[in-house]
């Protein structure tokens, strides 16, 4: 299987001489093709509020209603909003992991970092999960503590957001001269084999209507891989449709100083 994109130009540049240029023309293509497909893809995410908006803006104007309706009406206008802040806010984020130099590096030190991680999912969850920290040794991670947090805060997030009230979800933390590991497992709905490949593309989602629902841009994902990638780390997924699922964070030797 081989598939190019080549351009092909052909001039004489004398009598009985012909030139034939081939250019091959793949990497371009394909990025140009990258490049349409995400401001459709902007677009459409931020057009579905903007609609929803400017029709209770509408309705507002034309019809009287009374207080309550009024009420819910703002309600609901107040929610499409921070929609659009927090597709804006991950797009600002993933642009400035993409393209700004990195943070210069500092020692992160794990045990506060995941301490932090644990708080983050008690106010996620409010009481509706158990939360369960499991750590094994100590030291600290070599990295922008700013990128680090950001992009494991999107995996604790996603674990409150797709496991039903009732669930588990365990933080796991492990340190050694050899590596380090940071693995959120979940109780909850999991995931379809055929989708874990493509996660981590932007705005890609198993079930649209879901993560909508659960204040997701579906831009989480991209952020966490770009965000590791900075930091030489990889993500490692492992799901059961109904059953749960489990993102970790690996982290190679290089970046981890153990005391
Ligand atoms: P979103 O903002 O939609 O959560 P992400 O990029 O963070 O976007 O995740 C992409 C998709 O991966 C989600 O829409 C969801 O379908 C799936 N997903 C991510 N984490 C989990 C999880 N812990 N359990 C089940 N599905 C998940």
Redesign the pocket.
Known sequence: YFERVLSLYLMSYAEDCWLLQVKDITQTDRLDSMRRDFVANVSHELRTPLTVLSGFVETLQEIEVDEDTRRHYLQLMGEQSQRMQSIVQDLLTLSSIESAPPPEDQLVDMASLVDKLRRDAEALSAGRHHIVLDSEGQGDLLGAESELVSALA?LVA??V??TPAGGTITLIWRISPEGAEFAVQ?T????DAKHIPR?TERF????RGR?RDAG???????IVKHALSRHQATLEVS?EPGKG?R?AACFPASRVRCE
């Open positions: 999107n996603n674990a957001r797709y979940d909850g709905i999991g995931i996660l890609y989602r198993v079930d993560s997701g841009t579906g831009l989480g994902l991209a799901s699922s993102f």
